[in-house]
């Protein structure tokens, strides 16, 4: 009897939970998805959070999570197949069906509810960002146009409206996440944004003669703005590294 056979035999496996749902995903949008996890949005507040921490705590605070999301990643590849890793009939879609499936109904209901949290509060982050980044924008056009002095300030409210909506607007395109095209276009969007980012870092490096910064990062006005600077720079720094959270489902496509 060879493998699959025992597995397929063992009164641990639940062949009702086994999918039938088509597996459409190819190698390169798997590249594609996993450049667009791995290279998020929350690279570009890294520059900022770096500034904020310093040059040791900021390179070790980037290493730490680094290295926490390539050991979560290595367990996670480990979960889709069950009750074996490599030749487990069943197929985790999801890291609450990894987790009923290892620990049970309950544990599946507390980590999905931790799971939907974390979701919230990574939809707000990117909320908060993409507004943030639309005002800087409005604002480095003003500063060019009207110059350094003149008052131009740009509200947040409307550019979160306005995303808001786009997010409203394409979440009623039919299986907009089985589109092969748009893997590419996230992938290429992540790819570009760090470029620019990198580039203007190493152009005011080169116009600046000298590499900025401090063991202890920026100064600020009060130990207690200091303080909520620097877990900022933490959560941004987190917020960098969402892989984990979407590596079943790259899998299971």
Not at 52 to 65: D, R, S, T
Not at 222 to 244: C, H
């Amino acid at each position: 009897m060879g493998v699959d056979d025992q597995l397929l035999s063992s009164p641990l496996v639940d062949l009702s939970q086994t999918s039938d749902i088509k597996r459409t995903g190819t190698t390169w949008t798997a590249v594609a998805h996993i450049i667009t996890g791995v290279i998020g949005s929350g690279v570009l507040s890294l520059a900022w959070s770096m500034a904020q921490l310093g040059w040791i705590a900021g390179p070790l605070l980037m290493f730490f999570f680094a290295a926490v999301t390539l050991i979560s990643t290595f367990l996670m590849c480990d979960c889709y197949r069950s009750p074996d890793p490599e030749h487990g009939p069943i197929r985790n879609r999801s890291f609450t069906e990894a987790v009923e499936i290892n620990l049970g109904e309950k544990s599946a209901w507390i980590s999905g509810l931790l799971m939907q949290i974390n979701f919230f509060g990574t939809g707000i982050a990117y909320v908060i960002t993409t507004a943030t980044c639309l005002s800087a924008i409005q604002k480095s056009n003003c500063y060019h146009k009207y110059g350094h002095d003149a008052p131009c300030e740009f509200g947040d409210t409307k550019p979160m409206l306005l995303f808001g909506e786009l997010q409203i607007f394409m979440s009623q395109i039919p299986n907009l996440h089985s589109m092969e095209w748009l893997s590419v276009v996230a992938a290429v969007t992540s790819i570009t944004y760090s470029s620019i980012g990198l580039g203007l870092g190493a152009a005011q490096v080169i116009g600046d003669g000298v590499i900025m910064g401090s063991i202890s990062g920026i100064e600020a006005s009060t130990s207690t703005d200091k303080f909520w600077l620097v877990f900022q720079a933490v959560g941004d720094i987190a917020f960098a590294y969402p892989f984990t959270m979407i590596v079943l489902s790259i899998q299971a496509n």
